[in-house]
């Protein structure tokens, strides 16, 4: 019988098992061999119809979404929060049903409320997958993530990951500490403590203020992005950026002064010279546009179980 995913939407990393990540990764795979090819494209969802809806930035997550969609034959629809009717006070679930009137499938969506994918889940039929939802979950950079570990590494089991940065406002942290965990690996958060949720140990990882101690117990550092945009409280969580990159900022000078050579990855997008230096992003030592490379794979994988799931059940439109 042909393996499906155990959820029909994709909200978080949470509600996935360990199975259905190694289902992602498997079919990762060989999409994976097929965007080797000279013709990049399969005709599996040709009768699928994706909406795409960014109510929040995005570069890399909204064109490699855009890329895999089309790479796997679906039809593809659009939506800006910016140029839409949603500034002239429409609602979510009044924009999303209006869009869901012309026979769509599946929503991919990116929205500043942690929560709104869920939200969304509960009021429509489409399959919904979250492309970040506020400071909640970023699960598609989070497989990503994981399966660039995987291919640079050999596997994810017993590997450890630490986890730098601002970890409070990150979703892609809190993915990626679901993920890796599912996955059997080590992972540490560091950074200064006003970054660092208070309960986080309970998820099971370790705690670390400093920045030299995390990289020599590591096998990869994910560098974390200072999310300037939402550091919106009246006290500030450091004194300078150019303090949190004195005492948090990954250097070629560190890394070539560890006693093994670790992976260097970041999600993106990059402030260079805060977290990490241009040296050390464009070093051989980073993954980081491999990492890029195998989130179309990663998100045409999603997509495909996620639509043989709804036509195993009569779903699709
Ligand atoms: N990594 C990531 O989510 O990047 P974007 O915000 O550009 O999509």
Known sequence: MEKTLSVKHLIGIKDLTKEDIELIFSQADEFKEVLNRPIKKVPS???????????????????????????????????????????????????????????VDMVVMRHSSPGACLFLSQHI?????????????????????????RESLGGVKGKKVAIIGDILHS???????????????????????????????????KIEHDLRTALEWCDVANMLRIQL??????????????????????????LDSLPKKIVVMHPGPINRGVEITSEVADSKQSIILNQVENGVAIRMAVIFLLSQRRRSQGELN
Do not use: W
């Open 125 to 149: 039929d489409a399959s919904i997958v979250n492309a970040g939802d506020g400071t909640h979950e970023h699960p598609t950079q989070a497989l990503l993530d994981a399966y660039s570990i």
């Open 229 to 254: 945009e939402r550091q919106d409280v009246g006290v500030p969580y450091f004194p300078t950026l150019r303090e949190y990159s004195l005492q948090y900022g990954l250097t070629k000078e560190i």
């Open 171 to 205: 979703r892609v942290a809190l993915s990626n500490i679901y993920c890796l965990k599912k996955l059997g690996a080590e992972v540490m958060v560091c950074g200064p403590s006003t970054l660092i949720p208070r309960h986080i140990a309970h998820l099971g990882v």
């Open 45 to 103: 969802l040709r009768d699928v119809t994706v909406a795409n809806l960014f109510f929040e930035n995005s570069t890399r997550t909204r064109l490699s979404f855009e890329l895999a969609e089309k790479r796997l034959s679906a039809d593809v629809v659009n939506f800006s929060a910016s140029t839409s009717s949603v500034k002239k006070g429409e609602t979510l679930v009044d924009t999303v049903n209006n869009i869901l009137s012309m026979k």
